[in-house]
């Protein structure tokens, strides 16, 4: 014969669950068997495990590690425009508020918080460019 024919087994659903509890207790009853044989061995050998793994810790170099990841430069490109658009608004918006407070101090004769005031907003735009060179900074070391 040029095909043959396979032979279907039909099972009603019950009989089907029966087979497959069967199946998953005898791969499951294998893991566990397996699983407290390996952590007998562990608690038998405290000590030689704690100090196998400080070993790996120390000698593994991270620095190395090939990472698979996507080309990132377009998200870069896109960090560095919202970036900008942040700072261009918060340098008016700074500008505004800081005028809005220092005029508001003066009209009540607080004279001597304009200084910090200024300082106040100035910190709060400089952290707008502080962060990126900060992080910028802490990506070379590592």
């Known amino acids: 014969?040029?095909?043959?024919?396979?032979?279907?087994?039909?099972?009603?659903?019950?009989?089907?669950?029966?087979?497959?509890?069967?199946?998953?207790?005898?791969?499951?009853?294998?893991?566990?068997?397996?699983?407290?044989a390996v952590i007998g061995h562990i608690e038998r050998n405290k000590r030689k495990y704690m100090a196998l793994v400080l070993i790996i810790a120390l000698t593994v170099d991270l620095s190395t590690v090939t990472s698979f990841a996507m080309d990132t430069t377009a998200i870069?490109?896109?960090?560095?425009?919202?970036?900008?658009?942040?700072?261009?608004?918060?340098?008016?918006?700074?500008?505004?508020?800081?005028?809005?407070?220092v005029i508001k101090h003066c009209m009540r004769g607080h004279l001597d918080s304009v200084g910090?005031?200024?300082a106040m907003y100035g910190l709060g735009f400089g952290v707008l460019y502080f962060l990126p060179w900060l992080f910028d900074l802490i990506k070379g070391l590592f």
């Open 76 to 101: 870069d490109k896109a960090g560095m425009q919202i970036l900008e658009l942040i700072r261009k608004v918060g340098y008016w918006i700074g500008i505004i508020l800081c005028s809005k407070d």
């Open 1 to 36: 014969m040029l095909f043959t024919i396979n032979e279907v087994k039909t099972y009603t659903f019950e009989e089907f669950r029966a087979i497959q509890e069967n199946k998953q207790s005898v791969l499951l009853n294998d893991e566990l068997s397996y699983l407290d």
């Open 116 to 118: 910090s005031i200024v």
